[in-house]
T-cell receptor
Framework: EAGVVQSPRYKIIEKKQPVAFWCNPI?????LYWYRQNLGQGPELLIR????????DSQLPKDRFSAERLKGVDSTLKIQPAELGDSAVYLC??????????FGPGTRLTVL | QQQVKQSPQSLIVQKGGISIINCAYE??????FPWYQQFPGKGPALLIA?????SEKKEGRFTISFNKSAKQFSLHIMDSQPGDSATYFC????????????FGKGTHLIIQP
């Protein structure tokens, strides 16, 4: 069974530029999560989707971050414009019917 | 407000020894407590998880001990091996794990050969 797929794996951009991350969850997993992991810290939840509906986006900085999950499968997380403090690893996870969360490898973002 | 406190921040254990990592939580609504293992450049991988209806769960060399009254849980790694060297995160969630996870800050474990 394929795991959670994320792309790109690495992204380097200059501040004020836009950036987008893509996630393909494990087949059959209806719940999808985006987390941000700062260096030396645990992941922090940004948004949770149940199928195509964002059911918890309370921690998403909505002034510059947006996300979508069209058709309830793949998801995209966007930052526009990026700031220096956005440098982090962005992790996507999906959960099985018994709520076990499985993480992808992440996208490491560096904002210069 | 840090809802899940993890200790120690780093830990060095000799090969064959027992590694013990502790976590404490504040929110009594948490009802799902997983442990994740993360290697450099990789995403966190689920190791073992427990729900508050049991006090202990064992899978291979990994054991979770759970103390509901103290709001604490711990990970024990028996017969620790160099391949266990990684960062370990405890986490907690509500509604049986359906909600997003709240993670501790991590423990960097080194197993010396």
């Amino acid at each position: 069974e394929a795991g959670v797929v994320q792309s790109p794996r690495y992204k380097i951009i200059e501040k004020k530029q836009p950036v987008a991350f893509w996630c393909n969850p494990i087949s059959g997993h209806n719940t999808l999560y985006w987390y941000r992991q700062n260096l030396g810290q645990g992941p922090e939840l940004l948004i949770r989707y149940e199928n195509e509906e964002a059911v918890d986006d309370s921690q998403l900085p909505k002034d510059r971050f947006s996300a979508e999950r069209l058709k309830g499968v793949d998801s995209t997380l966007k930052i526009q414009p990026a700031e220096l403090g956005d440098s982090a690893v962005y992790l996507c996870a999906s959960s099985s019917p018994n709520n076990e969360q499985f993480f992808g490898p992440g996208t490491r973002l560096t904002v210069l | 407000q840090q809802q899940v406190k993890q200790s120690p921040q780093s830990l060095i254990v000799q090969k064959g020894g027992i590694s013990i990592i502790n976590c404490a939580y504040e929110n009594t609504a948490f009802d799902y407590f997983p442990w994740y293992q993360q290697f450099p450049g990789k995403g966190p991988a689920l190791l073992i998880a427990i729900r508050p209806d049991v006090s202990e769960k064992k899978e291979g060399r990994f054991t979770i001990s759970f103390n509901k009254s103290a709001k604490q849980f711990s990970l024990h790694i028996m017969d620790s091996q160099p391949g266990d060297s990684a960062t370990y995160f405890c986490a907690a969630s509500m509604t049986g794990g359906a909600d997003g996870l709240t993670f501790g800050k991590g423990t960097h474990l080194i197993i010396q050969p």
